[in-house]
């Protein structure tokens, strides 16, 4: 299926993932979806995520991903060729600096935030114990197709 996947690096960072990588990840989450979709990736800065967060979460820090899913109440989406999914936004500091501080591979970070936000944009979340197995379980299989180790997966 011929997704339509647009991404745009705002945060003047250093180890930002190449497009066709974004575009990858995006693709993996999306598969099976019965109709092509359109999203937008964006990168951003600390100040730009945190001023997001809190306008649309009343949270007032950066955070590592936030998903805007498209609102198509009022559009006849049935009529549409590649169906609007939304716009994720994720912060580049924040990537690399979990990575290194949960000793990950930047690579691997960054391609479940891109996982799991589309999955948000899906309908997918976390919010419940119950939703956060699927979810979570749902990643876990996706990111194994890429060689990633199950994210949620503490080892005792």
């Not at 990537?95 to 589309?118: F, I, N, P, Y």
């Amino acid at each position: 299926m011929n997704h339509a996947i647009e991404t745009v690096d705002g945060s003047d960072s250093p180890g930002v993932p190449a497009r066709k990588e974004f575009r990858r990840w995006a693709k993996l989450a999306l598969a099976g979806q019965p109709q092509a979709r359109q999203l937008a990736i964006r990168i951003v800065g600390r100040e730009e995520s945190r001023e997001l967060n809190q306008r649309y979460r009343d949270r007032d820090r950066p955070t590592n991903v936030l998903s805007f899913p498209a609102d198509l109440s009022d559009h006849p989406a049935a009529r549409l060729d590649v169906l609007p999914l939304g716009d994720l936004v994720i912060c580049a500091p924040l990537v690399l600096e979990e990575s290194r501080s949960q000793k990950l591979e930047a690579s691997h970070h960054w391609a479940h935030l891109t996982v799991h936000g589309v999955l948000h944009l899906l309908g997918y979340d976390h919010d419940t114990e119950e939703r956060a197995a699927v979810m979570e379980g749902l990643e876990a299989v996706l990111l194994d197709k890429l060689g990633i180790a199950d994210p949620y997966r503490t080892e005792a």
